[in-house]
């Protein structure tokens, strides 16, 4: 192991010889297959971890619910100081956590650390929750009756989470399943093992140190066939899955089969809308950002680019000097802002979008290549790449499929209404962004014929949200929310409650059943 891999495992108490634990249920422990942890940028094999055997998850999940069992007693106000000692003991490890996720997922150090932010900043966030997760008292129809609508614990929720951000979807679900007084069980993504063992050394110690059980944060890692047993289970009450398209289709079958909970936080085929009164120095480096960041694998990445024709040349001409000035380096390595593709996979992604956008005969205006010399050889390093599609049908498949990956498409338009359209002829509805000053354009953007994403932006790119309003999308994007807003209110279980405190018993809307 390089010595940078093993100084960053060592500051998080990760071992750096086997066998690597993968299960977390109070006691460490899985004996399972073995996944290969692979550092994007050098193609180190950075560590094995072990999963856990078919029988070892369903001894985590029994043990996720005894947890919840004796977890739900315990008030509120006091799950909220055990949050406020996560966040203080994440805190403590931003940084050495923020340069795991760079390591192990490929995002650059910035990105990483601000991943780790968005948990403390949640944590925070679910410590004020824990005295404000009220119900209501509602005035009944009857005398002497009162209705409450009481928010109980759920039970065991399922957090099955994605490559693209290994920590900040965990600490989204967790933050406000803990306050609401469940017990998670975590499946993260099988290609970044090491993130959620150290999240979850973290928050063990924690428990532990309170005398509650570990199990109210269970980690079982391994590959499709862990996550598939988990949303399978009777005993997972909701399951908060963040991936593709896919394999969300899947499991919401099976969690609806079963008659489950579920939360979806899907795929995102952003837009950005430019019109000929934006203000360019603030829109050009966004949409910069919105596509290039974390090298275009984030669920809220901008991926088309509507410009209206006026504005067009110049906004051209200057995102692709910012382009052309973007160099390719090691995530860890401050001032890189590009850092490697994920993984293999993710590199196919990225040739099939461009032999696509090649033989459909676009205009590629920058990129389209990987990165075959060396350093970038042993890495998953691919150009940035902005085109011009012949077509600006949305219907396309070019313009209607996520490409997980840095590729920008750009289509110019007349009217605002035109570019709303493409914007909502996607299947996905997660983020979108319109760059105008004025207010007439606003009121369309963001009213009922305007933007039909969840995330609807004016002035401000596609990604890059904050934890206090509900974060998540409509339509393929699966309709869930997490984070801030209403999101709490999915992770418990209510009650309308009618109570009688009268010496009579009147039936409701006055019916008269008296024999
Ligand atoms: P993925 O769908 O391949 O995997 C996600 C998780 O599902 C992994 O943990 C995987 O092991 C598990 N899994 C796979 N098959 C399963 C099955 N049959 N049953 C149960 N679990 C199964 O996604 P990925 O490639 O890791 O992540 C990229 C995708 O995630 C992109 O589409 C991105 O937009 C999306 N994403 C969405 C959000 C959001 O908030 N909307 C956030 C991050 C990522």
Request: with cysteine.
């Amino acid at each position: 192991l390089s010595t940078r891999a093993s100084s960053i495992l060592n500051a998080l108490e990760i071992p750096t010889s086997e066998p690597i634990h993968g299960v977390y249920d109070g006691a460490w422990g899985g004996s399972g297959d073995v996944h290969e942890s692979v550092c994007p940028t050098t193609g180190e094999v950075l560590a094995r971890v072990h999963a856990a055997t078919p029988e070892e998850l369903q001894t985590a999940i029994a043990k996720s619910r005894d947890a919840y069992e004796q977890f739900r007693h315990v008030p509120a106000p006091r799950r909220g100081e055990i949050l406020r000692q996560i966040r203080e003991s994440l805190a403590k490890k931003r940084d050495d956590l923020g340069a795991l996720v760079s390591l192990e997922m490929g995002k650059i150090r910035t990105e990483g650390e601000g991943e780790v932010q968005e948990f403390i900043d949640i944590c925070d966030y679910a410590v004020g929750l824990s005295r404000m997760m009220n119900g209501r008292v509602v005035s009944s129809e009857r005398p002497g009756h009162t209705i409450l609508e009481i928010p109980n614990p759920l039970g065991v929720v399922g957090v099955l989470s994605a490559f693209n951000f290994p920590v900040a979807v965990y600490g989204w679900n967790l933050a406000l399943s803990l306050a609401a007084g469940n017990a998670t069980i975590w499946k993260p993504s099988p290609s970044t093992p090491l993130c959620s063992v150290a999240v979850t050394k973290i928050i063990a110690k924690v428990l532990e140190s309170n005398n509650m059980p570990g199990a109210i944060a269970t980690l079982v890692t391994g590959g499709n066939d862990v996550g598939e047993a988990v949303v399978e289970s009777v005993d997972v009450d909701m399951v908060s899955f963040t991936g593709s398209e896919r394999t969300g289709r899947k499991v919401a079958r099976v969690v609806q089969s079963r008659f489950g909970k579920i939360l979806l936080e899907l795929g995102g085929n952003n837009a950005s809308i430019v019109m000929p009164d934006a203000d360019l120095d603030l829109a050009v480096p966004a949409v910069f950002f919105g596509a290039i960041g974390t090298a275009g694998q984030r669920c809220t990445s901008t991926r088309r680019l509507y410009l209206h024709r006026k504005v067009a040349p110049e906004f051209i001409s200057r995102l692709k000097a910012l382009y052309a000035s973007v160099q390719p380096g090691d995530p860890l390595t401050s001032g890189t802002l590009l850092g490697p593709l994920h993984n293999r996979t993710a590199l196919d992604i990225y040739a099939d979008a461009i032999s696509k956008l090649r033989h459909a005969d676009a205009d590629i205006l920058s990129g389209g290549r990987r990165y075959e010399h060396a350093p970038f050889d042993k890495g998953n390093f691919v150009e940035p790449t902005i085109a011009i599609p012949r077509s600006a049908d949305a219907h396309d498949a070019i313009w209607a499929t996520e490409t997980f990956a840095p590729v920008l498409n750009v289509a110019l338009f007349d009217e605002l209404e035109e570019a709303i359209n493409w914007n909502n002829a996607v299947p996905q509805g997660l983020s979108s962004s319109l760059w105008t000053r004025d207010i007439r354009n606003v009121g369309k953007w963001i009213g009922p014929a305007g933007s039909d994403t969840g995330i609807v932006n004016v002035n401000v790119g596609t990604s890059g949200a904050e934890i206090g309003a509900a974060f998540g999308g409509n339509k393929s994007t699966g309709w869930g929310r997490e984070s801030g807003g209403d999101a709490w209110k999915q992770y418990v279980r209510w009650s309308a409650c009618t109570v009688n405190f009268s010496d009579a018993a009147p039936l409701a809307q006055g019916v008269n059943f008296s024999a």
